[in-house]
């Protein structure tokens, strides 16, 4: 990576190629811990649908911060309705080319390279990738509370409902907050840790038990920290900021152990004012449910 860039970032995505599907399917683009795993769903067959992947870095100007791009690389998935994707180890230099760009094609190649090693999903996460959606590119360490998520999204608004149809308010904060909390990767990865410690102590209960502690967990963490604690927004570039988000959380890690209840915290810790849209969930919006 260029020495120039102190933050050197990869992003991936389901592309295709011919646009009829959409620019760019999902992609892993709000996905920024430092962690180079990610798990594949595609059930797209065609051919113009590739893995697409784009290395950037972060270099100072004189209007601050600015992302630009090295390069990308495509791998086929799909060729003739036959897998042509391999468990082996992929490495294809850059190619310097604007996909939102129609008036160009191809690229010239770069003097970086990417090195992809693709594997078969590991046999203890099997379980959990199968109840996610059809299509997806996701990041392997936060399966599990993907899981949950789900899980919770399953039952409240199919299961537990009378009808179907109907228009009325659900109250949920953990389908309301969850899909922001995904976007801040230290937000998830506390609760990912905890949650690991958690789950040594109530591996043999049932899913249904170990969703209710999965819930109570998130109630105390993530619900009283997004959108509540005064702390700046997540920038993976942006080294003040994600050190003071750090102190906030590790605030209300420590005071949890402690005080076993997240009430402590909300007490002590400067918070904004409650906006009833902020603890809503927006069919509509970024993180609409498919």
Partial sequence: MPKEGAVCLVRTALYDRSRKTGRQITDTTS?????????????????????????????????????RSLGIITIPLIMKGEVVISNKTYSEPLRGENIFDRSTSGGELTQYRIVLKVLDVPQELVPFVDSMPDVLLFNPMFVRLYFFFRRRAGTTLLRDRDNHLSAEMISDPLLALFPSVADQPDMMDQLRNLWNAKLKTIKNKSEADQAVAFFQLFMNTAYCINKTAVMPAYCIWDAKGLAARHQVLKKCEDMLREYRTSSRFLLTEPCHPINVYDYSFDLLGRHALD
């Fill in 31 to 67: 996905s920024g811990v430092d962690y180079g795993d990610f798990i594949v769903r595609s059930n797209y067959n065609m051919d113009d649908v590739v893995l697409l992947i784009e290395a950037s870095h972060v270099v100072e100007t004189q209007v601050g911060p600015e992302e």
